[in-house]
């Protein structure tokens, strides 16, 4: 499991002109099945993505795609989670 921060960068005021092809972006992660949960990093300081099913580099090429980051609206950081333990609903996500 992946836990993906998108913090703003100084390019930030630039998020408008990207907003539709990083809504079409994550909307893909979503129906592809890498996807589980996003939202917003408070106070409004970027984005968090929790992924799964999925290896790193993909995950690593499809994180270079978001036009945010290829724009450089966000900087990207990727964190690795090998769950051990979990609710019985999220079983699925053991390592």
Do not use: C
């Amino acid at each position: 499991m992946y836990v993906v921060l998108l913090k703003f960068s100084e390019n930030k005021s630039k998020a408008p002109d990207f907003m539709d092809g990083h809504n079409n972006w994550l909307r893909a992660g979503f129906e592809e099945g890498v996807f589980l949960a996003s939202g917003t990093l408070q106070p409004k300081a970027g984005g968090g993505i929790l992924a799964h099913n999925t290896t790193r580099e993909a995950l690593d090429a499809r994180i270079a795609a978001d036009p945010f980051v290829a724009e450089g609206v966000v900087a990207a950081e990727v964190l690795e989670i090998d769950a051990a333990r979990t609710d019985v609903r999220l079983d699925f996500l053991k390592a």
